[in-house]
Nanobody
Framework: VRLVESGGGSVQTAESLRLSCAASGSIFQINAMGWYRQAPGKQRELVATIASDGTTDYTDSVKGRFTISRDNAWSTLLLQMNSLKTEDTAVYYC??????????????WGQGTLVTVSS
């Protein structure tokens, strides 16, 4: 599975951005996807996830501002980011959980897209 993020950029506080992650390859093996971010000097952290049944989860700092969604085929993952804050500045990564056997799965990552929010 190959993941390619897009949609990052530079915005002002309170503005919006929509990130996209295009998945290709054996996407039928994906059973969960998520967005993660890594700010300068900090560890990568979970932003939002979506499961095969559509269940979503968000880190507290983005609840009510960000929305994760996907198409039914797992070919596109979106992250709608509203009311952006300077602390949202980070490289955003798309991750897919890929089932490779009955016993296990692997994680695939995209290359990341930079989001910069300035006041």
């Amino acid at each position: 599975v190959r993941l390619v993020e897009s949609g990052g950029g530079s915005v002002q506080t309170a503005e919006s951005l929509r990130l996209s992650c295009a998945a290709s390859g054996s996407i039928f093996q994906i059973n969960a996807m998520g967005w993660y971010r890594q700010a300068p000097g900090k560890q990568r952290e979970l932003v939002a996830t979506i499961a095969s049944d559509g269940t979503t989860d968000y880190t507290d700092s983005v609840k009510g501002r960000f929305t994760i969604s996907r198409d039914n085929a797992w070919s596109t993952l979106l992250l709608q980011m509203n009311s952006l804050k300077t602390e949202d500045t980070a490289v955003y990564y798309c991750k897919a959980k890929v089932v490779v056997s009955i016993e296990g799965s692997i994680e695939e990552w995209g290359q990341g897209t930079l989001v910069t929010v300035s006041s």
